[in-house]
């Protein structure tokens, strides 16, 4: 048995909540509004990091791209569309089947797992493209969990990663806003208290041997949506390499 | 389901078929199906109209590779004159006041505009033409959409496009209302061959039964008339032997060509307002005549539906490059937003204008010409009747600029 970063309470809350994965007027609304905000965050990233041409639709093509808390598979599908080989995991086998399920009637090929970080990294899998959106606030072991993501990427590989700040404004948008108010997201998904601020994160990427290349705001306005901004206050994505 | 391409659009008119073009600049697949035999639509008898094409709209067919086929083929407009019939005081938009010295647009038979494109589409590795054939069954569902056609094929996309024509069938299946007027008028078009050079310029003469327009065409003794008649004179004017016929035509020009003569058989069109409550649906987005159409006083049909085909690149040029489906409700919320705002502001415009000069009477007659003086000395107004003429108002997307998406 190996070890897992798998929190197994937060595993189960994303259990329950899997049939909504792509509902996308239901809970999992603002997933589907910031997900092309993310996605252009993770284009502008690749296609300067593997010297991609911009006119090119399948800019991922060729690449080993892996997904993790890939939930129903709201951004694995895209990677997959741009043409990369895409590996996605989540803890929450509900999501996975849904996920599965999706990806067969979209026939896209996507290898999902219900599996952790660790567990791949034992595999000696590696990769091109990691994404790790909205994981490392939910995950029990922070340092542990880094260190795999280390070792999952390929040396010349880029990293993306996106989280919530720990700022009260954070605090007051995400869980007295977004989960209490408006009910955006279920009640419990976030623990203020395990949110990174983006110097925390970067010293810690820095203890796993990665070097964060750059970060960004992703701010909301409720005239123009999600958009990448200067604003880290609330959530922020970033992109890292091997130091 | 695995789709076959990325898009399907009914309809290879000049909307449908510039659609695909746009959209195949940034490698989107599309099948464009039409019930016509394409070919037999560029002979000379099959569409004797003519169209403007706003300068905006010129940069987006330049961009699509096409000015090399349609350059020669195209009479640039550098003015045009507005008047209350053959009154002196006129409204006077000129191009030249311009710094680029761009024409205003250009004026081109519609068959020319057809060869173009569909040369073009028939060059393009990014689409397919199923022509002459049909969609049989359309059904568009969770996954995608599935369309068998009449000749046995079936075709899978994300994204339905309608460019299906001012009836459209497919927007009538998705229960998309549309809110339409007729003007009881019609619009008999024809070509007149003239004496005196038209110098570029067009002209729009407004009376009570309508505007006329005489549109400069190649070479410089031919134009393009659009009169429009009441409903109820269409069938007579259209009988009148062809003395009488120019006579007609001759009154209401007041001689300012020479001598002019009939050069095509005239046929006409009648004219209507009608505009979709909405332009999106499941899987599905309407563009040109399906989503739009107006009174063509002002020249904007064709530009209006054109543009719908360049916003429509961005949209799907931007999803297609961020890996989405291309039938996301996102994708679909953006092109509605866009365009609904853009095609409103103008067809609202265009129809005030033509009820504007549709009031018969003295005061009215009165009010138009100290209106149309009094536009002509406000530079600001003036200019945006003339960037909206140059179909340069608005969010312009890319092909509009002459840049790809």
Redesign the interface.
């Known amino acids: 048995m190996t070890t897992t970063t798998i929190d197994p309470a937060q595993a189960r809350l994303f259990d329950s909540i899997a049939h909504e994965w792509w509902n ?1 007027h239901g809970s999992s609304a603002p997933l ?2 910031v ?2 905000v993310r ?2 965050f993770v ?1 502008e990233q690749a296609l300067a990091h593997f010297r991609r041409d ?4 399948a ?1 991922l093509a060729g690449l080993d791209v892996l997904d993790i808390g890939c939930g129903g598979g709201i951004l694995a ?6 043409g990369g080989r895409v590996t996605a995991i989540d803890a929450a086998a509900e999501a996975i089947a849904v996920a599965k399920a999706h990806a067969a ?3 896209l090929e996507i290898d999902y797992r219900q599996s952790s970080v660790e567990a791949l990294a034992e595999e000696g899998r590696r990769f091109d493209l990691i994404t790790c959106m909205e994981v490392v606030e939910h995950v029990a072991d922070v340092p542990v969990f880094l260190r795999g993501i280390a070792s999952l990427l390929k040396p010349a590989g880029l990293l993306v990663f996106s989280t919530p700040n720990r700022t009260a404004l954070s605090y007051g948008t995400l869980i007295v806003g977004a989960e209490w108010v408006l009910r955006f997201i279920p009640r419990g998904t976030h623990d203020w208290n395990k949110f990174l601020t983006p110097e925390e994160l970067t010293t810690a990427l820095e203890s796993a041997g990665l070097k964060v290349t750059e970060t960004r705001g992703i701010g909301f306005r409720p005239s123009r949506g999600f958009e990448l901004s200067d604003d880290r206050r609330i959530n922020y994505i970033g992109a890292a390499v091997h130091a | 389901m695995r789709h076959t391409h990325d898009t399907i659009i009914i309809g290879g008119g000049l909307v449908g078929m510039t659609t695909a073009l746009a959209l195949a600049a940034s490698g989107i697949r599309s099948a464009v199906i039409d019930s016509a035999d394409l070919d037999a639509t560029l002979a000379a008898g099959f569409d004797g109209r003519a169209s403007a094409i706003a300068s905006a709209t010129w940069r987006m067919l330049a961009a699509l590779g096409l000015d090399a086929e349609l350059e020669a083929k195209g009479c640039p407009i550098r003015e045009i004159r507005v008047t209350d019939g053959l009154s002196p005081l006129h409204l006077h938009f000129d191009g030249t006041g311009d710094a680029s010295g761009e024409p205003l647009g250009y004026m081109f038979e519609n068959r020319h505009l057809r060869m173009a494109l569909v040369a073009a589409g028939a060059a393009s590795p990014h689409i397919e033409v199923y022509a002459p054939d049909a969609a049989a069954t359309i059904e568009r569902a969770e996954a995608g959409v599935t369309v068998r056609l009449a000749s046995g094929g079936t075709l899978t996309a994300p994204l339905l496009i309608a460019a299906d024509g001012r009836r459209s069938k497919i927007r009538e299946d998705a229960g998309i209302r549309i809110a339409a007027w007729s003007y009881h008028q019609t619009a008999i078009v024809g070509m007149i061959e003239h004496e005196v050079p038209h110098g570029n310029v067009a002209f729009e003469l407004f009376y009570p039964a309508g505007p006329f327009a005489v549109l400069p065409m190649l070479p410089g003794t031919r134009s393009a008339i659009v009169w429009t008649v009441s409903e109820r004179d269409a069938a007579a004017t259209l009988a009148l032997p062809e003395r009488a016929f120019v006579a007609e035509i001759d009154k209401r020009m007041g001689g300012f060509l020479g001598n002019i003569r009939l050069a095509a058989k005239p046929s006409s069109f009648p004219l209507g307002f009608h505009h979709a409550e909405r332009y999106t649906d499941r899987r599905l987005i309407l563009v040109g005549d399906s989503a739009h159409g107006m009174h063509p006083i002002a020249g904007q049909g064709l530009n209006l539906g054109l543009r719908d085909s360049a916003a429509l690149a961005d949209v799907l040029a931007e999803a297609v490059r961020l890996g989405l489906d291309l039938g996301d409700p996102q994708v679909l919320a953006r092109y509605q937003r866009w365009r609904g705002f853009d095609s409103m502001s103008v067809m609202g415009a265009t129809d005030v204008l033509n009820k504007l000069f549709a009031i018969p009477g003295r005061p009215a007659a009165t009010i138009r010409r100290l209106g149309l003086a009094g536009v002509h000395r406000l530079p600001p107004l003036k200019r945006f009747f003339m960037a909206e003429a140059r179909g340069a108002s608005g969010d312009l997307p890319s092909l509009l600029r002459g840049d790809l998406p």
Not at chain 1, 77 to 82: K, T
């Open positions: 996308a589907h509004k997900n092309p996605l252009a284009r911009s006119r090119d639709r800019w599908e895209p990677l997959a569309r741009l009637e979209s026939s």
